[in-house]
């Protein structure tokens, strides 16, 4: 790019995609963040692009939940630099605000985030091919801020051909996965169809995905009151503290 920045410290940092809209990014952002917390580091969360996000509204946004995991004092223009009200692609919500997405920005703010903290997570918006501009993606976001990606997914019926769709478009862009992370989108009785569903599809996306691969992490029934008590719970979770630790000490 052309713009020059001052150097900051080569802190941990990773993109947290998705392989759908819906599958748990924000909460496994979240839980990652107040993992990280407890541990003692200081954790920058950033939602660069959000939609959806109406000001004065009851319901956190995003941006909104990940600042509060982390327990940061950011600006929130710092942390979502890019907020657009209506709940649409985020190409298609910039040209209905009469804006649009412009990188630089973005990167601006991650300079600023990463000289701040110990460890920076960045949330995406949607999946990897989601149109940010007409001729930028999140692929192509992701290749500006140079940061290995999290794709988290679904363990259930049609999980395999989403996380393997995601896992080589994020390749073809010559970008490196750091892990896949699985959730489970519904509650699972045991010995039904679902619960196969979710076992086999865990086991296939590791055996042919070329990525580490954990979870799935429990289906949780969350509301604007519970939410601070199941994020403490499932911070403690083993998935997200393997993650934390594949992140300290693989991702630069």
């Known amino acids: 790019m052309a713009e020059s920045f001052s150097p900051v410290p080569a802190i941990p940092c990773v993109f947290v995609t998705g392989t759908d809209t819906g599958v748990g990014k924000t909460f496994v952002t979240a839980a990652l963040a107040r993992h990280l917390k ?31 995991a982390a327990g940061v004092l950011d600006a929130l223009d710092l942390i979502a630099p890019y907020r657009f009200p209506d709940p649409l692609a985020p190409l298609a919500a910039a040209r209905r605000a009469g804006q649009s997405v412009d990188v630089s920005r973005i990167v601006r703010a991650v300079h600023t985030l990463r000289g701040r903290h110990a460890v920076l997570l960045i949330e995406g918006i949607g999946g990897v091919l989601v149109p940010l501009a007409p001729r930028l993606d999140v692929r192509d976001l992701i290749a500006c801020l140079e940061t290995p990606v999290l794709v988290v997914g679904r363990a259930s019926l049609g999980g395999v051909n989403h996380a393997l769709l995601t896992v080589e478009a994020v390749r073809r862009r010559g970008l490196t996965v750091l892990a896949i992370v699985l959730n489970e989108p519904a509650p699972m009785a045991a010995a039904t169809a679902a619960e196969l569903q979710s076992r086999s599809t865990v086991e296939l996306i590791r055996e042919l995905s070329g990525a580490p691969v954990v979870g799935p992490l429990r289906h949780q029934r969350v509301d604007g009151r519970s939410w601070e008590a199941t994020l403490d719970r499932i911070a403690q979770d083993d998935t997200i503290s393997w993650l934390a630790d594949l992140l300290l000490g693989g991702a630069r």
């Open 38 to 68: 407890n541990r003692g580091l200081a954790v920058g969360v950033m939602k660069p692009v959000e939609t959806g996000a109406t000001h004065g509204a009851t319901d956190l946004s995003d941006a909104d939940r990940l600042a509060r």
